[in-house]
Each structure stands twice: as structure tokens, then as C-alpha cells.
């Protein structure tokens, strides 16, 4: 009810830029996710994450530079969107490649 509410009283315009971020992110999970897996099952993995990665970039760029979150710097949004996209591509690799070799 609390979200339901909070839609209610905001414009459809805002309303609509905070579902379209939330399906981005949402979209980079399951991306991630299916990385993983697919890294501890001995699968090329490279269909789910190179988009995930991307996505990842994008994301953290629009919520850092976007007027709806944060409103800073578009450089810093650029730095910060491949810092973390290309840390979470290293973790999901590192991660998934262990969780293979425990499980042998």
C-alpha cells in the first residue's frame, strides 16, 4: 500500500522514470545471475556477462548523473559506471571460477 501511495501522489512522468531504472536493474541482476551460473557450471559465459556489464555501466552512470538521483557530474558518472561495472565483471569471474573448483 505504502508503494501504491507513494504513486498516487507523484506525477506519471516521475513515477515512469523510477519503473524504467528499476527494470534496468532488475535486467542486471538476472544478467549477473545467469553469469554465475553459468560460470560454476564450466559454460561460456560471455552471452549473459558482457550485457550485464554493460548494463551495470549504464545504470550506475544514470543514477549518478540523472537529475532523479544524484544530479552530479557526468565525468564522475562515466568513472564511477566503470569502476563498478568492471569490479562486478572481475567479482562474477573470480566468484563463479572458486565456486567451480570447491564443487569438483
Known amino acids: 500500500f505504502v508503494v501504491a501511495f507513494f504513486f498516487c501522489k507523484v506525477d506519471f ?5 523510477y519503473l524504467g ?3 534496468q536493474i532488475l535486467a542486471s ?3 549477473w545471475t545467469g553469469a554465475a551460473y553459468l560460470i560454476s557450471k564450466g559454460r561460456q559465459h560471455w552471452m549473459c556477462s558482457v550485457p550485464a556489464t554493460f548494463l551495470t555501466f549504464i ?5 549518478i548523473v540523472a537529475p532523479l ?3 552530479l557530474k ?3 558518472g562515466y568513472v564511477a559506471g566503470c569502476v563498478v561495472a ?3 565483471f572481475i567479482l562474477c569471474v573470480v566468484r563463479g571460477a572458486r565456486a567451480r573448483k570447491i564443487t569438483l
Open 29 to 31: 541482476i538476472v544478467l
Open 21 to 23: 531504472i528499476a527494470n
Open 69 to 71: 538521483g544524484f544530479g
Open 59 to 63: 545504470c550506475v552512470c544514470f543514477i
Open 86 to 88: 568492471l569490479s562486478a
Open 74 to 76: 557526468p565525468v564522475l
Open 13 to 17: 512522468s516521475t513515477a515512469w522514470n
